[in-house]
C-alpha cells in the first residue's frame, strides 16, 4: 500500500503484555476507518479528528502478531488494537521494526505493566479483559469462541 503524500501521520500509543500489545491511533470521528492487520504490519487510513483531515499509518511491527485473533474498537476519541503475540514471553523492546525514534510513537503509560510486575492485576489488568470482550474482531475472521 502506497502511503498517499497528503496524509497526516497520526499519534499512535502502546502498551503490551507478556501475550499481547496494545496500539492506540489517536484520531477522533473516524468515519470508515480503513484497517489491514498483517502478521508484521498494522495499517490504517481514515478521515477524522476535528478538522477532518486524512490520517494515514503502516507500522512495521518488532515482531509478529497471529493475524486471525486481532481485536479493534473505533471510538470516539481513538481507534484501539489489541494484538496477540505470535510469540508469548519476553516483552518486545519497542513496537516498530525499526528502532529509529518516531515522534508520533509514545508509550500509554495508563495500559502499561512492566515485565516484572506480578499478576496481582486486581485494579487494572480485569479492565483489559473487559475492554478485549468489547472489542469486535476483524470482519468475522471466524468464531471467537474459546478465547476466553
Known amino acids: 500500500t502506497r502511503m498517499s503524500e497528503t ?17 492506540t491511533i489517536n ?15 498494522l495499517y490504517f487510513k ?7 483531515k ?3 499509518a ?10 486471525d485473533t486481532v481485536k479493534y474498537a473505533a471510538r470516539p ?19 516498530l521494526e525499526n528502532s529509529t525514534k518516531q515522534h508520533w510513537l509514545k508509550v500509554d503509560f495508563s495500559k502499561w505493566k512492566d515485565e516484572d510486575d ?9 479492565d483489559l479483559e473487559e475492554m478485549m470482550r468489547n472489542m469486535g474482531g476483524l470482519g468475522g475472521m471466524g468464531g471467537m469462541g474459546g478465547m476466553g
Open 54 to 56: 486524512l490520517y494515514e
Open 58 to 67: 503502516k507500522l512495521k511491527l518488532y515482531a509478529e502478531i497471529k493475524e
Open 7 to 23: 496524509a497526516l501521520h497520526p499519534s499512535v500509543m502502546w502498551a503490551q503484555r507478556p501475550h499481547l500489545v496494545f496500539v
Open 27 to 41: 484520531v477522533s470521528d473516524v468515519d470508515k476507518p480503513e484497517i489491514k492487520v498483517e502478521k508484521d504490519c
Open 46 to 52: 481514515g478521515t477524522g479528528g476535528p478538522d477532518k
Open 77 to 95: 476519541r481513538c481507534i484501539e488494537f489489541a494484538l496477540e503475540k505470535v510469540a508469548e514471553g519476553p516483552y518486545w523492546p519497542r513496537l
Open 118 to 126: 506480578s499478576e496481582a492485576e486486581g485494579e487494572s489488568g480485569g
